[in-house]
């Protein structure tokens, strides 16, 4: 399935950006929500005006098949932006494994491409990154606003054993990309904190009743259970199932892929903690204006990608606009959006500044701790981890 798509009326004036994103199923309402974020700094920008009198068009695409995330599907997206020759930049993913899929089509076509959400680290760090740049290995075209999930990892298990004051955690990942990585870098650091891990298993695909494992889970008796995954692949009825199994009161705890758990558990979801690889925008200086703009704009409140799906849009917007300035006779190359993509330094965001580094991560990172109160987020505290 193909998803949804904005009209992209083509004219010798126009330059559409390409947005993949999971828009159906189980995570529908974050995607919704980080999309809104992007339509807002492109219509914004239109709004503005654009050198030589160029307009921005968005194509969204919906990269979920089933309800769930769909690498194989996030990859025909891209292709079908690549095959346009409008698209001169493509905004998203929102989940690791389908970014990991893309990376190597989008490198072969020297499309820029920059993320608000997708933290793997061997998205954009060491040889596993390389490998996705098959076909130019020493040319880097993807970028990421967001931190890594490593990062998460650290700051979780350091959550809950010097602030939580917990011990002895059981680990549930989803087994695809993000989820495993989280569960392994929380594992590695829970221990090395002073944690004990009580065991750690994997689910398998398409999984909807969980009693049987939580049973043995609560068999073993842990102070938390650590969850690597998103709400779609089982993070919101795992908590929801925690408590017909003895575990309603274990705190629940996960990175970025379970902000919207609640649209599972309601208010089964307090005692659940999670983090965000991004500043918390409503606690932002920097962020006030978008929040009004976004708010006054889709008559709801921001998500919690929203403001990095903004910055991400004002990235290739900020590149678009840069190209243009050199020449606004012709329409610029995907090399020069990419060249200057690369080179962003200093650009003012609702997130605070962005710049990358020769890896395409940002040069400031910065996370957000949450809990539930009443089924509904609730912010904790924010660490600058460069510090």
């Keep these: 399935m193909a998803g949804c798509s904005s009209s992209n009326t083509t004219s010798a004036k126009t330059i559409t950006i390409g947005i993949d994103l999971a828009l159906s199923g189980g995570d529908a309402s974050v995607g919704q929500s980080t999309l809104n974020g992007m339509l807002l700094a492109i219509e914004e920008a239109n709004a503005k005006g654009l050198p030589g009198g160029w307009k921005l ?79 130019n ?66 689910l398998a695909k398409n999984t909807q009743d969980f009693k049987a494992l939580l049973t043995k889970i609560a068999a073993a008796k842990p102070a938390l259970v650590f969850y690597g995954g998103v709400t779609s692949t089982g993070g919101g009825l795992i908590r929801k199932q925690m408590f017909d199994t003895g575990l309603g009161s274990t705190p629940f705890l996960g990175g970025d892929g379970i902000p919207d758990i609640a649209t599972v558990a309601g208010k089964d979801a307090d005692g659940s903690y999670y983090t965000i690889a991004a500043p918390d925008a409503a606690h932002a200086a920097s962020a006030r204006t978008f929040i009004a703009s976004y708010e006054a704009r889709f ?9 990095n799906a903004y910055a991400a849009a004002q990235v290739v917007i900020a590149a678009i606009e840069k190209a243009l300035a050199t020449d606004a006779s012709t329409m610029p190359t995907r090399a020069q959006v990419l060249a200057n993509v690369a080179a962003t330094d200093g650009l003012q965001t609702p997130i605070g500044s962005i710049g990358f580094d020769a890896n395409g991560d940002v040069k400031e990172p910065v996370l957000s701790l949450y809990g539930f109160k009443n089924g509904q987020p609730v912010f904790i505290s924010q660490l600058n981890l460069t510090k």
């Design 57 to 135: 068009v968005p194509q969204q695409l919906d990269d979920a098949v089933q309800g769930v995330h769909n690498p194989e599907q996030g990859v025909a997206n891209a292709r079908t932006f690549i095959s346009d020759p409008s698209v001169l930049a493509m905004l998203g993913p929102y989940n690791s494994n389908v970014a990991a899929a893309q990376i190597p089509v989008t490198n072969a076509a020297g499309l820029a491409q920059v993320s608000q959400s997708t933290v793997s680290d061997e998205l954009t760090i060491g040889d596993a990154a390389k490998s996705l740049r098959r076909q």
């Design 299 to 307: 008559k709801s409140p921001v998500g919690a990608y929203s403001a």
């Design 137 to 202: 290995p020493t040319a880097n075209n993807f970028f990421r606003v967001c931190t890594t999930v490593s990062r998460q990892g650290t700051a979780l298990a350091q959550f809950a054993t010097r602030q939580l004051h917990l011990r002895t955690a059981y680990i549930v990942d989803d087994n695809e990309t993000y989820g495993l990585d989280l569960a392994n870098a929380f594992e590695r650091d829970f221990g090395a904190d002073g944690g004990t891990v009580l065991g750690h298993d994997h």
